[in-house]
């Protein structure tokens, strides 16, 4: 198959897929308790990747250096550290245990 075709037929079924809500709905409000949920799904999203990404390792799970830097940026975001602040951070604590 043609890389191109492939392009085209993914931005296609993301016009559609995105097209279906409104679509659906018509112009209706959404309930209150289904606004709620939407709300929070990019969060719940964002963690299943990076929890995801500092846990895997080829096709098994393992903890290693990069885990603790991803804990500690955690730490950090949690307590209302700066973005800048829990990159530095995950990065000295990783490159440090990297080097022990």
Do not use: Q, Y
């Not at 037929?9 to 897929?17: C, P, Q, S």
């Amino acid at each position: 198959m043609n890389i191109w075709l492939l392009i085209i037929l993914v931005a296609v079924l993301t016009a559609a897929i995105k097209a279906a809500g409104p679509v659906a709905l018509g112009g209706r409000e959404l309930p209150a308790w289904f606004s709620s949920i939407v709300t929070v799904m990019p969060a719940a999203v964002l963690t299943a990747l990076v929890v995801t990404a500092a846990l895997a390792n080829g096709k098994e799970l393992s903890v290693g250096p990069d885990t603790a830097g991803v804990a500690v940026a955690g730490l950090i975001a949690w307590r209302g550290g700066s973005v800048i602040m829990c990159v530095l951070a995950a990065a000295i604590v990783t490159a440090g245990l990297r080097a022990i």
